[in-house]
């Protein structure tokens, strides 16, 4: 049974940072990848970052280049996304996603960032 759990979100000032995490028991070994994603009201859920199991590559939505990065935490079986220079718009809830070599997928419920004065 995969039970993502993501934490780190919160409301931060436009400009600020924040670390979301996205840990389960089985990352590494059991997911070829892992992935975040946003979601606001109303739009469809939009690609951020992904990172492979090997920590070997990695890639971003144009968007967040150069401000995200993503990367692994093995000592607690996560991944974390450090966000820099965050904006009003990045305004979501942020999804993890772990995807099986075998192209299973599962997410986690989710993390809400507020990016506000």
């Known amino acids: 049974h995969v039970h993502l759990v993501e934490s780190g979100g919160g409301l931060v000032r436009p400009g600020g940072s924040l670390s979301l995490s996205c840990a389960d028991s089985r990352w590494p070994s059991r997911f070829s990848s892992m992935s975040w994603y946003r979601q606001i009201p109303g739009q469809a859920r939009e690609f951020g970052a992904r990172i492979t199991e090997s920590g070997g590559s990695t890639n971003y939505a144009d968007s967040v280049t150069g401000r995200f990065t993503i990367y692994r935490d093995n000592g607690k079986n996560a991944v974390r996304l450090q966000m820099n220079s965050l904006k009003p718009e990045e305004t979501a809830m942020y999804y993890c996603?772990?995807?099986?070599?075998?192209?299973?997928?599962?997410w986690g419920p989710g993390t809400q960032v507020t990016v506000s004065p």
């Open positions: 996603r772990a995807s099986s070599a075998d192209a299973e997928d599962y």
